[in-house]
Nanobody, 122 residues
Framework: QVQLVESGGGFVQAGGSLRLSCAAS?????IAWFRQAPGTEREFVAS????????YYADSLQGRFTISRDNAQNTVYLQMNSLKSEDTAVYFC??????????????????WGQGTQVTVST
């Protein structure tokens, strides 16, 4: 089992940037970021393979968001640039112990953090 802790959320003006971190209790397999706004379903943002060789993004976010990992620190990052009000959500990281990290469905990710709030003001 692995514990995941997100950090780095907060308030930012539209057009600004934030970097989220997901710290794992041990070397985790693929890691993903999802987000959930009030009244909506949890939405895939990005994921990264075990070695960091493969990354996957939601089509609408590629170009603004970048996922990366530092396995020496057991940490995965999500760099978010040019933020928009519609990016406001709770952001969760998740670990996949069974697959290759390419799934965009929450049900395929076994371990979850508690989430960190990102609020983008206009």
């Amino acid at each position: 089992q692995v514990q995941l802790v997100e950090s780095g959320g907060g308030f930012v003006q539209a057009g600004g940037s934030l970097r989220l971190s997901c710290a794992a209790s041990k070397r985790a397999h693929p890691i993903a970021w999802f987000r959930q706004a009030p009244g909506t379903e949890r939405e895939f943002v990005a994921s990264i393979s075990w070695g960091g060789d493969y990354t996957y993004y939601a089509d609408s976010l590629q170009g603004r968001f970048t996922i990366s990992r530092d396995n020496a620190q057991n940490t995965v990052y999500l760099q978010m640039n040019s933020l928009k009000s519609e990016d406001t959500a709770v952001y969760f990281c998740a670990a996949d112990w069974q697959g290759d990290g390419s799934s965009r469905f929450p049900r395929d990710w076994q371990y979850w953090g508690q989430g960190t709030q990102v609020t983008v003001s206009t």
